[in-house]
Nanobody, 122 residues
Framework: QVQVVESGGGLVQPGGSLRLSCAASGFSLDYYAIGWFRQAPGKEREGVSCIRSSGGKIYYADSADSVKGRFTISRDNAKNTVYLQMNSLKPEDTAVYYC????????????WGQGTQVTVSS
């Protein structure tokens, strides 16, 4: 089955860290860009960051001011997995986080994950 699956979400206190994983099955991530997106309650989904097949990284304008310097995207093609390291978490980072595979950052999404909940609260 071709899919991407997120994991690593949970409840964390403000200032804490989480590392989200996006694992691909049924296809190789080598030739895909992987983006992380998030949707907070009552808000539209926004882009967080994307990593190209070449390893180049971008932050989406939607959230760049908020996450740059705190969130880092990386990939391990040997494990067919992309990560989102989130540090210095804030309550406003609370959202369902999704990963998605596309041929390039900003292109049509080929595969969406089911999402993982991140809750930042004391």
């Amino acid at each position: 089955q071709v899919q991407v699956v997120e994991s690593g979400g949970g409840l964390v206190q403000p200032g804490g860290s989480l590392r989200l994983s996006c694992a691909a099955s049924g296809f190789s991530l080598d030739y895909y860009a992987i983006g992380w997106f998030r949707q907070a309650p009552g808000k539209e989904r926004e882009g967080v960051s994307c990593i190209r097949s070449s390893g180049g990284k971008i932050y989406y304008a939607d959230s760049a001011d908020s996450v740059k310097g705190r969130f880092t995207i990386s990939r391990d093609n040997a494990k067919n997995t992309v990560y989102l390291q989130m540090n210095s978490l804030k309550p406003e980072d609370t959202a369902v986080y999704y990963c998605a595979a596309s041929r390039s950052c900003g292109a049509r999404i080929d595969y969406w994950g089911q999402g993982t909940q991140v809750t930042v609260s004391s």
